[in-house]
């Protein structure tokens, strides 16, 4: 079945500690999204990418990395910089382009939980 | 800039009323895509609606109505007779045509559906 596969679901990070979150699609879109979510917050952008080997920041970039090195994957880095961590994250990918291209919803994988250890 | 507002917080009702789930947006942009995604206890958002800004036509799918209003800038969800699968947090999103396709979304109103 096609979908997006996001690994693990539960993650727990150390002091000082960079920690990578993974997310898979094959689906065959070529964008692809990382959100973070709070307790009774929306989901806020974190990076994106429209095609392999770019990527740009959202809104809350700061503290995190990705890579784009293959259509399929989009991991996330959380690194010791992000201070507050404690969060759901989820991967979103979708097909780009103008007119009809434009309008096509985000398809979300099921999150990874991150927690301070 | 783009701003997507969901004034209910929390929404409790019990088995079989109806309920709206109220969305109203602010944007610069002509042309622009509104969304409706669903997020079970499990966690995942599940995609609901999508509506194109120049097409304001109501919809219904099943239990599921939604109200498009421009001149108000809302985009309203509203679930006839309410069911017990039906509690989750409700997300609305608005999307501009092009730049990246990227998504603002509400804050979510959780909907609990109560026998």
């Known amino acids: 079945d096609g979908g997006i596969t996001q690994s693990p679901k539960y993650l727990f990070r150390k002091e000082g500690q960079n920690v990578t979150l993974s997310c898979e699609q094959n689906?065959?879109?070529?964008?692809m999204y990382w959100y973070r979510q709070d307790p009774g917050q929306g989901l806020r952008l974190i990076y994106y990418?429209?095609?392999?080997?770019?990527?740009q920041k959202g809104d809350i970039a700061e503290g995190y990395s990705v890579s784009r090195e293959k259509k399929e994957s989009f991991p996330l880095t959380v690194t010791s910089a992000q201070k507050n961590p404690t969060a759901f994250y989820l991967c979103?990918?979708?097909?780009?382009?103008?007119?009809?291209?434009?309008?096509?919803?985000?398809?979300f994988g099921d999150g990874t939980r991150l927690s301070i250890l | 800039a783009q701003k997507v507002t969901q004034a209910q917080t929390e929404i409790s009702v019990v088995e079989k009323e109806d309920v709206t789930l109220d969305c109203v947006y602010e944007?610069?942009?002509?042309?622009?895509?509104l969304f409706w995604y669903k997020q079970p206890p499990s966690g995942e958002l599940v995609f609901l609606i999508r509506?194109?800004?120049?097409?304001?036509q109501n919809e219904i799918s099943g239990r599921y109505s939604w109200n498009f209003q421009k001149s108000t800038s809302s985009f309203n969800f509203t679930i006839t007779a309410s069911q017990v699968v039906d509690s989750a947090v409700y997300f609305c999103?608005?999307?501009?045509?092009?730049?990246?396709?990227?998504?603002?979304f509400g804050t979510g109103t959780q909907l609990k559906v109560e026998l």
């Open positions: 979103a990918s979708t097909n780009t382009g103008t007119g009809v291209g434009s309008n096509q919803p985000q398809h």
């Open positions: 999103a608005l999307r501009p045509a092009g730049g990246g396709n990227k998504l603002t």
């Open positions: 509506r194109n800004s120049f097409d304001e």
């Open positions: 944007t610069r942009d002509t042309t622009y895509y």
């Open positions: 689906l065959n879109h070529d964008a």
């Open positions: 990418s429209q095609i392999v080997n770019d990527f």
